[in-house]
């Protein structure tokens, strides 16, 4: 049985297995903490019936005006427990959430040579809105697709129109 139910500050003191993942980015305290005060509806996890965490999901949601959207910050899923649709169902309570919120859109970043969870989120309806160049720090520098889908309320779908070029970190809004 699996319970997803909103993340607590216990809860990060038991997600080190899931966090070892090399794709899964592992923050400091303080970070963790502003999203459970601010935004703790969007800060699931997925618990299996002995109480071990499965992944999760972290989000928000900001901007102004037509830029008002919903944020997936970090979603991860424990190796064990991936390809159960665990990461699809977090998704999408995180976008019943953002429906509420009258959100615009639902917006990530992902790194361009993270093809499973690209190839996840075209399945779940998100396109890639523009390309941000050298987002990622590292040995060597990463480009991040900013992928997009588009709410209820956006009906013409006008905030996922894909931008011609490429943007540079320092220029995204
Ligand atoms: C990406 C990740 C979150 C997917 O979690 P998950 O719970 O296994 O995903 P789901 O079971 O909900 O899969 C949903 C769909 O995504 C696609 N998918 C997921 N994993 C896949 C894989 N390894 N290969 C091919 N397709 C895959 C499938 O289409 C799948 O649907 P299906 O099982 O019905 O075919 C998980 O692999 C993970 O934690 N990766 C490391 C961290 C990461 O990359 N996070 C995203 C960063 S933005």
Redesign the pocket.
């Given at each position: 049985m699996t319970t997803i139910r909103q993340f607590t500050c216990d809860d990060l003191f038991k997600f080190n297995h899931v966090n070892l993942?090399p794709?899964?980015e592992t923050y400091g305290l303080p970070f963790y903490m502003q999203y459970l005060a601010h935004w703790p509806e969007y800060f699931q996890v997925a618990e299996s019936a002995s109480g071990e965490i499965m992944?999760y999901i972290m989000g928000k949601a900001e901007g102004q005006g037509d830029q008002w959207h919903g944020h997936?910050t970090?979603?991860?899923?424990?190796p064990e427990?991936?390809?159960?649709?665990?990461?699809?169902?977090l998704?999408s309570n995180l976008e019943e959430i953002s429906e509420k919120k009258m959100c615009y859109f639902v917006d990530?970043?992902?790194?361009v040579s993270?093809k499973?969870?690209v190839?996840?989120y075209n399945?779940?309806g998100y396109s890639v809105y523009r390309r941000v160049l050298q987002y990622y720090s590292g040995d060597v520098d990463e480009d991040a697709f900013d992928m997009r889908k588009a709410m209820s309320r956006d009906v013409d779908k006008t905030s996922i129109i894909p931008l011609k070029h490429p943007v540079r970190p320092e220029e995204l809004e």
């Open positions: 993942d794709l899964t992944g997936v970090a979603l991860t899923v424990a427990y991936r390809r159960l649709g665990l990461a699809g169902k998704m990530l970043f992902v790194r993270n499973v969870a190839e996840m399945k779940l």
